[in-house]
């Protein structure tokens, strides 16, 4: 799959420019899932643009939360986003584990409230700095993902994104994504040796260095933020991939 990740920018205007651009442009894969995560106050109208040109593009929403309701100002819980006809959520992104101060019980619920109600989550999981420079990458990685059981995983992909290659403009070389990436699966495949669990990339991904880390040995699509938002270059990642 390959996502655009929209985090808090743009306008209706834009997102709708932006699907239908797109969906003109992209030589669409079924095997290869394109999906947009535009702001919670703009799932409804995606889905009108997705429908209206009859677009590929999945829909995918940047939050869940883990109640299906009650007394929660500006919480959209799972029975809202099936509404909008959201097939995909984001959860356990960095930025919102460390603004939203979520920790493995409330991604937990998360989880259980997005595959109970039919909705495939993108879980994200991905280490700091000085946590890479210490040399405790796969420990940290494991306690991220010790909260999934076997059973999740028909409903899930891991979005691998290194806290410290978001937004710096910094990345992971070849070696230690594909050495990351394997680390996961070997994991994961310890839970349920059935399963081929997807494991997508993210953290400063852009049109140069994409075929790159697409080329990658078990990298299997990108998560994409700022370099998302612009539709042609988002829809030339998507054709290299």
């Known amino acids: 799959m390959i996502v655009s990740n929209w985090k808090m920018n743009g306008t209706k205007s834009d997102i709708e420019h932006w699907v239908n651009k797109v969906s003109n442009k992209i030589d669409y894969k079924s095997h290869i899932k394109c999906i947009i995560c535009p702001p919670s106050c703009y799932l409804d109208s995606t889905r009108q643009v997705i429908s209206k040109i009859d677009s590929p593009i999945k829909l995918g929403s940047q939050e869940i939360d883990s109640t299906n309701s009650g007394a929660l100002t500006g919480g959209i819980?799972?029975?809202?986003?099936?509404d909008f006809s959201t097939e995909y959520v984001l959860i356990g992104h960095s930025?919102?584990?460390?603004?939203?101060?979520?920790?493995n019980i409330t991604l937990r619920f998360k989880l259980?409230?997005?595959?109970?109600?039919?909705?495939?989550a993108i879980f994200c999981i991905g280490e700091p700095a000085e946590v890479k420079l210490a040399g405790n990458t796969e420990n940290f990685l494991s306690e991220q993902l010790?909260?999934?059981?076997?059973d999740d995983l028909d409903f899930i992909t891991?979005?691998?994104?290194?806290?410290?290659?978001?937004?710096?403009?910094?990345?992971?070389?070849?070696?230690?994504?594909?050495s990351i990436h394997q680390f996961i699966k070997t994991y994961l495949n310890k839970l349920n040796k059935?399963?081929?669990?997807?494991?997508?990339?993210?953290?400063?991904?852009?049109?140069?260095?994409?075929?790159?880390?697409?080329?990658?040995?078990?990298?299997?699509?990108?998560?994409?933020?700022?370099?998302s938002l612009d539709p042609d270059t988002f829809s030339k990642i998507y054709n290299i991939s």
Not at 112 to 120: F, L, R, V, Y
């Open 146 to 150: 010790e909260i999934l059981t076997p």
């Open 158 to 178: 891991i979005a691998y994104e290194p806290i410290w290659a978001i937004g710096t403009g910094l990345n992971a070389d070849k070696k230690y994504i594909e």
């Open 112 to 120: 259980d409230s997005a595959i109970q109600n039919g909705i495939s």
């Open 194 to 227: 059935e399963k081929n669990i997807s494991v997508v990339y993210g953290g400063s991904v852009k049109l140069e260095n994409c075929e790159d880390i697409l080329s990658c040995n078990n990298v299997d699509g990108l998560l994409i933020g700022g370099a």
């Open 95 to 103: 930025e919102q584990r460390d603004h939203l101060n979520e920790d």
């Open 77 to 82: 819980n799972a029975q809202m986003l099936k």
